[in-house]
């Protein structure tokens, strides 16, 4: 598979022409078009030509040829660079894959860059072109779309762990306290860090996107970003409860497990002492005094028998009542 | 049931007519006039409707159509659109159930769309009716009764919540672990969270509306949402304390636990003591050493019996002195 | 009791006449005078009167109407209205008793409106009286004696609180884990959320009154407002670190009970092994077979019991030294 | 001892004369000179004559005049109110000694004012005096000098703190759960905390001697204030890290506690099964039965002698194996 | 070995010339030459004659020949001081060294100074020494080299440590509670507490770099600190996590610990009770009383043997089945 995913040039809304990378050039000197390029993993050359086309910084070249970069948003001139994370669940598994998208947007270019397992952006490209009323905005609105693909792919994720915890939930006060439960508490809470480091920077980089001081972005995309922004805040929302939740639960299970621990207490003393109080009375009568008047008594044994059970079954009522048994 | 409650004109606080949303655009060309129009659930041909009568961005007729939104406040161009989470209880129940409103409002008109189980404004709409010398201040006026309607729906579920708390309380220092009363801390805890979720963004949705650099919001009104704020900020102040007593219940509620098990603990090695000491002492003259002087003395057994008495009988003492009876 | 307490016109400093509510108006016109008038508890008449006279918005009558309301700052217009909440230990008992003081400030007039059990301010109006020089700045100076009057009330609950505290380490630290001191310790913390929601507004409050960009507010009476701000620091400081380490006890508390649960173990461990081990050796001695030679020995007994003493000895010096016992 | 410790005019960074209180007037008319007074614990008289000459502020004077202040800055018109907590270790103990000083500074005065147990200032003045290129500086690089022996004075008990925590972390790790060390640790979070509140408004102070937009302190003596500032972050640090750990040590005692109960409970377990089993089976043969055919078999004695040992030592063996013993 | 490591000119980005410290002045008086010299652990004499040369201020000086400053960022005049912490593995050990680098830095010099165990900055001199486009920046450029390689020394120590947690991690869901395993956390906790301490100072020094108002740092140069400042952002988010998901790992391991006493509670409670019941009924036919017609039936033995042995098994099936044993 080429690193070059799709490569062409708009005009007021619609693709007029697919593009060669060294063609770019032409275009971008030209006010009413933009060009908009798709590229998966590209090795140093094809970043070096794209440098070269795009007039890029080195250190943004830099940075797109590494993955594993904290999402942001930085400008050079009049080039924006942006880092993305990218999230998915795998069809039918509970494994979260993460991936990056990096970007490069100017005045009438937008190049993403594709690391790790994301999903393609042809569709969303597609989409964008189904709607030229909307496309005829710009790069940024491109920026826009791609984001809020990205960011809405975290949406089932959140879901699938909201979903993960209640089931945690259920198995705590189903009382059991349990191992499994709380390696899964302990997980889930790793996993929920880990989306929280790739979604928050996010704020921060629509909040530039929104107020930037910068003539580049057209004011009618800057709702749009806010609109990515309303997201990220939310999908922050529900991370953090998750995790406040999550540690309730930790703190509620270790209750549970301590009042567990009581009842298992209670339970072995009460029948500590109902098996003690036979033990005790039969050892006394079994001590080899020469002169135990009981042990001639005819009815001795019986009434000893009558005695142990009476007693037995009295302490257990007594600690029935008193919650001990 | 119609999607649109009510749609009327007002002019200098008094209702003037009823009016169909479409003849809507014919009064917003008099200024001395405005238009308050109450939606429930509309479907998107009404919203398409609604968004070309008073010239609305796609963005938020978007937001609009959808529920489970986060509140927030936004300006497109004149207008504001506002999500407000609205939450009500069940009469005679504990269910709190949300649902959701949103604003659009302009220069001249008030929109609110409701969704899910609110109650319905139309005894807000009254009581701004019968105080025309208010209600002539314009859509915000309008705007605040009915955010002022919806944040005092919170007040009685905060006060229910308080209550609970209480019972947790008592239920706690009542000192009898219990696995309800941690499942019901955590419930509490579960509902602050997501009522929380809905009340705190009030707090910045008021402050934009009482500062915001806008020349749309007559300076007369402002003081109303400053109301508005103060109510956000109680709530949320409630809910904090409430949460952080709750904790704090959760805690005492374990150290009690602690100590109910070193009791038992303290109790169950005390009577074992008293218990052991027969077993070993019978034990001891059980045994079929042909030479034990002892079991041939006349008195042998009384005094061992009296002996083993007084052990336990000191045993008991001595325990009962140091608190572990 | 009348509602009016006290209303007096002021000129430089000296108590010029008392004043009935409705001539009130006159004195307002000479820009010389200043008039302080103390409410408690007025009725709706009252306050509209007052309000007409001294020319007050609706929304800060309602507040002024209703008390359980957040402290708080508001500006309508040229007036101040100021929420403070009031707190008394009872002489003699630990209960303290809230309440609340509003005030309605302006360029020539103060008015002071008592909620709850509050005590009564004539003892501050004397004592500014006495310093005419001082009262001469003006209605905000009546202002700050007030607060400061108010706000040194905190200072002896604290110390109280902070007292209890120390009652409640040396509890905790005695090492009897006790209820009774556990719900001692959450009760504190409940009080103390309470003070801190009554007194951390008032930094903002004193804030605004210091640096508020205000003409009304003359220059020499705002160090006056830091002297309260100062105060209120401290009492928050003190309320902060008493919860702190109001919550380090209670973690201490719970790693005390956890120490002495260990040593009721082992205490028990080493008292059940002493006394099994007679149990058992007295056990086999006391099986009925046939042909058991030592039996028959004439020194088995006493052999028995001295190995029997041994092993219990040296039992318990084994546990005494690695700390069991 | 006279409350007037020393009171000196300075011309060009050297001492010029020394001065009567009332002489000082005089001096101040001249603005190329300056008055460091040092005073300690002075009475109202006093206090009011200081005013009198320096022009001093009602508020500030009622502030230096008791003790028990927060630390802060204030400025009354040309003149800083400046109050700082001071802290003494004393030689050879490990109590700490907590004092106030209070300083007035203006264009070429400063007056400083020591409460409770401060060391003298009179070793930082001599050393002033022997650099009389930087005492030319003025009065605040005086107030700097002062300021920075105080600040001094925390860096020994912060180290004599650390060392504590390490004897506690040693202690902890040895592995004795032990009462002491909990309440040391207490103690020791309290003196974290009165130190803490002792230096962190001391950041704030500084930045604004760093900052203030005031033209009284010379552009030349700011960076000075730097320095403290470096060193108060330092300390704020340092307790902040010292806080934290501690927190940390009390969850690991608490984790060891723990273990050390499971330890106990475990090798209780296996030493009463090990006594168990031969109590039981000397029970079994201790049964007065009369067709036992075991009781008359020769080697039925050491057959079951031998039984019990083999179980004994079988089960000492698993125990050890699985790590109850 | 000198303290003086390396001193030499460059003109457009190239050495020009190796140059002895009393030879500076002569350049620093050209304005497109810079000088780079690099010190280690200097002489007071040295400072000095280097203060000297570049005119530093005597407060940098001063601190520049103490090690043990906190990074930080000042200002004198045209010269930037920088104090930076460093830090590194020691090859194939676990021990973590700690060093400490200044900088002074003006517009045409840069001077590093090196204290404790750090590793010398020759490389990256040659290294800048071969991109002379990039070194002709100058002396900030130079500047970012350093910083640069410093920062790069922490990711293989977090890595390290991001390790440990993993190995400590499945230390803990081995289930194995453990005192090693115990300290090692708080080990670790103590390490990533001073690696903070050196890194999140940087965010502030770099933002400072980067946008600082001063002409003196080249605006080309600004992306550079930009580019550290991400990394020491990604630094301080790594540490927060690992620090987070070290407490969730003792707060696990606590959890895991409790289950582990329940578990050996319920075990120790299911076995005496099986050990318990063949030792009462045995003592009951211990007993010595005459009449005990049991005693006396022909199959009186063989009936208890296996009374007893089904009560033991019948426990054993129920223990096992509740989950006891």
Known sequence: MSA???????ADGHRIANLKVNDI????????????IGLNEPDEALLAEAQQEFGLHDLAIEDAHRAHQRPKIETYGDTFFIVLRTAQLQEGQREITFGETHFFVGVNFIVTVRHGSTFS??????????????????????????????VDQYFPIIQTLGEEL????????SGKPNRETITQIYQLKRELLEIKRAVSPLIDICNRLMRFDSTIIPEETRPYFRDIYDHAIRINEMIDTTRELLTSVLEVNFSLISISQNEVSKKFAGWAAILGVPTAIAGIYG????????????????????FIAGTCVFLYRHFKQSGWL
């Open 4 to 10: 070059v995913i799709n490569c062409a040039a708009y």
């Open 121 to 150: 952006y042809s569709d969303v490209r597609t989409r964008c072109e189904s709607t030229p009323h909307l496309l005829r905005k710009g790069p940024f609105f491109a920026l826009y779309a791609v984001m809020d693909a990205i």
């Open 287 to 306: 001590m080899n005094f020469e002169f135990i008047p009981e042990l001639n008594w005819r009815f001795g044994y019986p009434v000893v028998l009558v």
């Open 25 to 36: 050039g032409k275009i971008l000197q030209q006010t009413d078009k933009f060009v908009w």
């Open 166 to 173: 209640e089931k945690l939930e259920a198995d705590v006060f």
